[in-house]
């Protein structure tokens, strides 16, 4: 009988997902909760929030659901994995204190300082006296993440030592995040690539690495986004690289996640860069990544139903195989993001190009039109046989996209063919 998919999330990871879903010929039928416009046409959309875990559960058991995917790390910071799982329910992702390797950067440095995980030195401080003296020994350039979930936005790579103080000050004597505690690491330098695989609690299958653009414009201006754009296939990583990638960070993080009791049962994603000293770890997030999803999934020739399943019924994962193709994904978004922006502008085009447009933030108004709903839009995913080809295709097709509040970068991959 064919399967009912329950997907939870809302952005454009979600409908990369959704989009590999709808490949499988055993998937007969998926929801999304709550998704949006662009998921509209490929999945049903249902009006649930992606933390209202015990309304989920609800859908999941009133539908008979058989497999459900969780996109977003709120889902799994409150637990639906392990209220799902309680109820019989199968799910894609980690239970909650496997989320930890996210949500708590001190519980993932101390993790990474216990198991030789080559990342920065750092120290936690939750008083800002004893913070402000650590850095005055340490120096700038130095980094400060405030310790918990904060959507990308609880980083300041500080420059200066009147930087690295406001840091300080904002994170630990104004509360402005929530109760006051930061992680002062060693500053890295090098590329950053991110590297996520399947993980079945023992056993890795890593998926094409691929590289994000964070900063709002061309040459990496502006400030810090949930991502512009990104692509496949970057050749400063060598299959050497990739190697050590894996034997030396992301497996002994799995190991050291199930000996202590936190098995990892979902996608592990490493933020890594390759410094002139080795490839470190800059940060683990618990999840796809996004916009990285976008672009990578497109190119699993795998059927994405028998990874998702097995992982979620704790079976063996068979060989998955994925095409050497680059791929290369462009952002719109909206005027002013990530600032204030705003909504409701109709967008034309979609039927004219030649390339994926996956949804982040998309609505339909009251005749149907599809409008912009959030700050990143949607992105524009080409495909070729090499980056060059990927990349001019990707950039053709997104100036088809009509919408008179909508912007993008112009230099997306740049960097891999200089
Ligand atoms: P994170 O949220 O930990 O990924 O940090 C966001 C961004 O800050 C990263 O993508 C890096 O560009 C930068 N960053 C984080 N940690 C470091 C570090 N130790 N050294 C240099 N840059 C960093
Ligand atoms: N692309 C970075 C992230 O998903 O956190």
């Known amino acids: ?37 662009g998921i ?86 939750d008083n800002y006296d004893q913070a402000r003296r650590y850095i005055e020994t340490t120096g700038t350039p130095t980094v400060i993440k405030y310790d918990g979930l904060a959507a990308g936005k609880g980083v300041v790579v500080a420059m200066t030592f009147e930087e690295a103080d406001a840091a300080l000050k904002d994170m630990l004597m104004d509360e402005s995040f929530g109760k006051g505690r930061v992680v002062i690491e060693e500053y890295l330098e090098g590329p950053e690539f991110s590297l996520m695989c399947f993980v079945n609690g023992s056993t890795l299958h890593p998926m094409p690495v691929a590289q994000d653009h964070k900063r709002a ?42 000996s202590e009791g ?42 994405i139903f028998d990874i998702f399943a097995a992982i979620a019924t704790n079976r063996t994962v068979e060989d998955i195989h994925w095409s050497k193709d680059a791929t290369l994904g462009i952002v719109l978004a909206s005027k002013g993001y990530p600032g204030s922006y705003e909504k409701g502008f109709v967008i034309d085009g979609l039927d004219k190009i030649d390339a994926t447009a996956y949804h982040m933030g998309t609505a339909r108004n009251g005749e149907g039109e599809l409008i912009t709903a959030g700050g990143r839009v949607m992105i524009i995913v080409a495909r070729g046989t090499n980056l060059a080809e990927a990349m001019q295709k990707a950039n053709t ?7 008179e509040n909508l912007f993008h970068r112009t230099d997306i991959g740049h960097k891999a063919l200089k």
């Open 1 to 37: 009988m064919g399967k009912r998919v329950l997907v939870i999330g809302s952005g454009g990871r979600e409908h990369a997902i959704v989009d590999a879903l709808s490949r499988s010929p055993q998937v007969e039928k998926i929801y999304a909760a709550p998704g949006n416009a």
């Open 40 to 125: 509209a046409c490929q999945a049903e959309c249902v009006a649930i929030k992606d933390s209202d875990v015990a309304a989920l559960k609800e859908f999941a058991l009133a539908n008979h659901i058989d497999l459900t995917v969780v996109g977003p790390e709120a889902a799994l910071a409150v637990g639906v994995v392990d209220e799902f799982r309680q109820a019989g329910l199968p799910i894609f992702g980690h239970t909650k204190s496997a989320t930890r390797i996210e949500s708590s950067k001190e519980f993932a440095k101390e993790l990474m300082k216990r198991h030789n995980i080559p990342t920065a030195a750092y120290q936690t401080f």
């Open 217 to 258: 414009y061309d040459g990496d201006k502006g400030p810090n986004t949930g991502g512009m754009g990104a692509y496949t296939t970057l050749p400063f990583i060598t299959e050497d690289d990739l190697q050590y990638a894996i034997d030396k960070i992301m497996q002994p993080t799995i190991d050291a996640m199930a």
């Open 262 to 303: 936190y098995p990892l049962t979902g996608v592990l994603y490493g933020g890594l860069m390759k410094t002139a000293t080795g490839i470190k770890v800059i940060e683990f997030n618990a999840r796809f990544g996004d916009p990285e999803t976008e672009v990578v999934l497109p190119l699993l020739d795998s059927d």
């Open 397 to 403: 097709e997104v100036e088809k996209i009509e919408c």
